[in-house]
């Protein structure tokens, strides 16, 4: 089931309105390494969407211990200088 839908159930079972920076996201793109294409977040299955966001999170967190061994290795730099 694709995001848009998934929200437009949710509106029928709350009653309420999908807030409107949801909507501009749904209408936001992301890139899909396997279809190499730009796909509409509205568009993804909600397993892709949670695949998709789970593989970013796995790279920030990288990203995260790469910035830490730089920053040590800055901290070790400016103590051997001084």
């Given at each position: 089931m694709k995001l848009k839908e998934?929200?437009?159930i949710t509106e029928?079972?709350?009653g309420r309105k999908t807030p409107c920076d949801i909507l501009e996201f749904l209408d936001d793109e992301y890139f899909s390494t396997s279809g190499n294409t730009f796909i509409k977040y509205?568009?993804?299955d909600l397993?892709?969407?949670i695949r998709s966001n789970n593989k970013e999170f796995r790279e920030l967190e990288l990203?995260?211990?790469e910035l830490?061994?730089?920053k040590e290795l800055k901290t070790l730099i400016l103590k051997t200088t001084n």
């Open positions: 998934i929200l437009k029928v079972l709350t509205g568009d993804l397993n892709h969407y990203n995260k211990g830490e061994k730089f």
